[in-house]
T-cell receptor, first 116, second 117 residues
């Protein structure tokens, strides 16, 4: 079974600064996907970024980038130029790469507050 | 392009009752999966339906069931409600097919908040 661990329950960052959210996972799979999802107070779960384990290049999406360390089973999210709208709960999630698959294993999440 | 639509958004039930939640996926998506979110257990996978068939199932009791219709809309049902079933129930849709840039990417609805009294 897979496990995803987000050890920091809360973080706070000043607007326009950079923040890094940590995530570690455990799996015996060699190929898989990793995701960061954002859940603002509206509760809508929004995909932030996706990483395919077989790709060595770290994924980036505008102000969001990841540091994927496969050997260390670490998958951190860096948010640059933080904005007030980034205030949300962030979930790290794992999915096996076995054909079509919709089962995500989530971490407990981290609450990020962006201060004006 | 319309997103994933879940109804109802909020509902209150009493113990012992049953409830049915509905999810309409993004047009063209054939896979619908359901997740339960609680403060204590976090986000947990319930089940996935693809082309009207349950393709994957999480570790929940038989009181939790679902189905999918030919238009890909899905319903989940919880019978004999317990206090611990109070949660946000999230539905997500995807193409359900392997390969392509959108493979394995889930788009979530806003959820149905169930309170059991």
């Amino acid at each position: 079974a897979q496990t995803v661990t987000q050890s920091q329950p809360e973080m706070s960052v000043q607007e326009a600064e950079t923040v890094t959210l940590s995530c570690t996972y455990d799996t015996s799979e060699s190929n898989y996907y990793l995701f960061w999802y954002k859940q603002p107070p509206s509760r809508q779960m929004i995909l932030v970024i996706r990483q395919e384990a077989y790709k060595q290049q770290n994924a980036t999406e505008n102000r969001f980038s990841v540091n994927f360390q496969k050997a260390a089973k670490s998958f951190s999210l860096k948010i640059s130029d933080s904005q007030l709208g980034d205030t949300a709960m962030y979930f790290c999630a794992f999915m096996k790469h076995t054909g079509a698959n919709s089962k995500l294993t989530f971490g407990k999440g981290i609450t990020l507050s962006v201060r004006p | 392009k319309a997103g994933v639509t879940q109804t109802p958004r909020y509902l209150i039930k009493t113990r012992g009752q049953q409830v049915t939640l509905s999810c309409s996926p993004i047009s063209g998506h054939r896979s619908v999966s359901w997740y339960q979110q609680t403060p204590g257990q976090g986000l947990q996978f319930l089940f996935e339906y693809f082309s009207e068939t349950q393709r994957n199932k999480g570790n929940f009791p038989g009181r939790f069931s679902g189905r999918q219709f030919s238009n890909s809309r899905s319903e989940m049902n919880v019978s004999t409600l317990e206090l611990g079933d109070s949660a946000l129930y999230l539905c997500a849709s995807s193409s359900g097919l392997a390969g392509g840039s959108g493979a394995n990417v889930l788009t979530f609805g806003a959820g149905s908040r169930l309170t059991v009294l």
